[in-house]
């Protein structure tokens, strides 16, 4: 079955960077799309942006243009991102999420599985 | 601010239906991008619940239900059950901005009384 397994929770201080990874396991990792999704406590889902695992080209959102790299590595079929300059309103749970690459399918655009989640808590 | 517009909360007693709404735009909905749905249990990760605006993925089950118009999209669940308290999130693309966009929605909370 699907899985996407992140990385464990990490405390950071402020100015600091986080490395989170995301190993995927139970299909072609080439074929879908890794995006990343941030849910800052108690707010609403938030995404940050996507690799192709094929190639590895990345899009960041605006909002995280400059702080986040992401990368993937096809051999250990692992996805990464780093967040620099973290500030103290960085502090969410940090998801990874399969996206579906196949333009003929309904579900492209949506985000089929997710990894269970990587609190990063940034505070002096 | 959330492109796409979800109510913060509803709720509904058990074996009622309830629908979430979701107000797009032209830029998103409007220019043909579909809708999906996805639960979130409290603590839990998000879970896809409806892609391509109607269709349920293998496991969901047929309380749940989804359409689409022009610039908006609601969620239905028939037969309310206590498991179903959850926040439910629209998702969508937007083609219009650079980079692309997935949009979510503000999320909506459900209630079951």
């Known amino acids: 079955q699907v899985q996407l397994i992140q990385s464990g929770a990490e405390v950071k201080n402020p100015g600091a960077s986080v490395k989170i990874s995301c190993k995927a396991s139970g299909y072609t990792f080439i074929n879908y799309f890794i995006h990343w999704v941030r849910q800052a406590p108690g707010q609403g889902l938030e995404w940050m942006g996507i690799?192709?695992?094929?190639?590895?080209?990345?899009a960041v959102t605006q909002k995280f243009q400059g702080r986040l790299t992401m990368t993937r590595d096809t051999s250990t079929t692992t996805a990464s991102m780093e967040l620099t300059g973290l500030r103290p309103d960085d502090t969410a749970v940090f998801y990874c999420a399969r996206g579906p690459s196949d333009s003929s399918s309904r579900s492209l655009f949506s985000f089929d599985h997710w990894g269970q989640g990587t609190l990063v808590t940034v505070s002096s | 601010q959330s492109a796409l517009t979800q109510p913060p909360s509803v709720s509904g007693a058990p074996g009622q239906r309830v629908t979430i709404s979701c107000a797009g735009s032209s830029s998103n909905f409007g220019a043909g991008y579909d809708v999906h749905w996805y639960q979130q249990l409290p603590g839990t990760a998000p879970r896809l619940l409806i892609f391509?605006?109607?269709n349920r993925p293998s496991g969901v089950p047929d309380r749940f239900s989804g359409s689409k118009s022009a610039t908006s999209a609601s969620l239905a669940i028939t037969g309310l059950r206590v498991e179903d308290e959850a926040t439910y999130y629209c998702?969508?693309?937007?083609?219009?901005?650079?980079?692309?966009?997935?949009?979510f929605g503000g999320g909506t909370k459900l209630t079951v009384l």
């Open positions: 690799v192709i695992p094929d190639g590895g080209g990345t």
């Open positions: 998702q969508s693309f937007d083609n219009s901005l650079s980079p692309p966009q997935w949009l």
């Open positions: 391509g605006d109607s």
